[in-house]
């Protein structure tokens, strides 16, 4: 299983997410679900994910450190304000509240299944192998960060 960690970059992955949402979206209409504001919905939430996604770019940018998430050992510097005060990953909110925002725009409880998928597998191949890293090269910085700032929010 570790083949898998930190291979696959977050951007593809959400959009492996993506399709494999609409497929099951298709292969399973019955779970369909009729909602007049699903749009609003999906436009909310993929305003709110951008923004939140590229908040913790920006962080990072400005920090001038790696946004690569699969090469954790080249971080130059633990980024902790802005966004980072509020989650240690937004990134990773931002692109689960874009397929939150899909799934309402496809309203399948099929593809809706799939979102707890997506969380599992970011935390076990992405976040977990990410914080390991970053444990060893900021040490007792990072151990301090992790209790006061949530996984996710």
Request: hydrophobic share 60%; proline share 6%.
């Amino acid at each position: 299983m570790q083949a898998l960690e930190l291979k696959i970059p977050p951007v593809v992955l959400v959009a492996l997410f993506a399709l494999a949402m609409w497929l099951v979206s298709q292969l399973v209409p019955a779970l369909a679900l009729p909602m007049r504001w699903r749009l609003l919905l999906a436009g909310i939430f993929s305003i709110a994910g951008i923004a939140v996604a590229l908040s913790g770019v920006l962080a990072f940018r400005r920090a001038n450190t790696t946004v690569d998430p699969r090469v954790p050992e080249q971080s130059s510097s633990l980024v902790i304000r802005g966004i980072y005060r509020y989650s240690r990953n937004p990134m990773y909110v931002g692109f689960l509240l874009l397929l939150l925002a899909w799934v309402c725009f496809l309203m399948n409880m099929a593809a809706l299944a799939l979102l707890p998928l997506f969380i599992w597998y970011m935390n076990r191949f992405q976040i977990t192998p990410e914080e390991h890293h970053l444990l060893q090269k900021f040490g007792a910085d990072y151990q301090a960060y992790i209790k006061q700032v949530r996984r996710w929010l």
